[in-house]
């Protein structure tokens, strides 16, 4: 599959390991296809990024990143279904960063495992991958950007995609600042 990734595409699925490497995860998740996908500039994804999501309102999406990790990376409606059942996830962060520190429930811990030199995708992130090719199908586009890589993510579902709704960055509203023609 990618043969079919544009050099941007590409740039970013590397990007994503290297956001992985540098956090010390044992996998590349979603949030580090996102990070990487932040860090372009001059691409497809990039623009569409810029006019939904500015510089100035970044910090808080990745805050809300960083939130959902402490929360062992479970959703707010993942966290809502458990408070319907009794079940306080705030209550549980707190007492288990008390104990064991601040972050302990992130899920980016370091594989003690032995290390084979390259990154595995985890099941999520190979869902983005994969749903990054159905999108560029569906547009009937012959090589898979790192806007389709946008596009997919937003429609997985889980933290990342609720991150991204939550600061107006949805499928409708990518599909809408693809189309639209460039800022100069």
């Known amino acids: 599959m990618f043969e079919r990734f544009t050099k941007a595409a590409r740039a970013v699925v590397q990007g994503a390991a290297e956001h ?41 999406l990745l805050a809300a990143l960083t939130d959902a ?17 009794g079940i306080d996830v705030g209550a549980i962060v707190a007492r288990v960063e008390e104990t064991h520190g601040t972050g302990a429930l992130a899920a980016d811990r370091k594989d003690p ?3 084979s030199g390259r990154r595995t995708f985890s099941r999520e992130a190979k869902t ?18 790192d806007e389709h890589l946008l596009l997919a993510l ?22 809408a600042a693809l189309a639209a023609p460039a800022r100069r």
Do not use: N
């Open 20 to 60: 992985a490497g540098r956090g010390g995860a044992a996998t590349v998740t979603p949030e580090h296809l996102l990070l990487a996908l932040l860090d372009r500039e001059d691409t497809r994804a990039a623009a569409a990024l810029g006019r939904l999501c500015p510089p100035d309102r970044r910090p808080s």
């Open 69 to 85: 990790r402490r929360r062992a990376g479970l959703s707010r409606a993942d966290a809502e279904a458990l408070a319907d059942l």
């Open 113 to 115: 495992g032995r290390w």
């Open 128 to 145: 983005v991958l994969e749903k990054s090719l159905r999108v560029a199908l569906a547009r009937k586009d012959r090589e898979i950007g």
């Open 154 to 175: 937003t429609t997985t579902g889980g933290v990342v995609a609720e991150a991204l709704a939550d600061h107006g960055v949805t499928y409708t509203a990518v599909d």
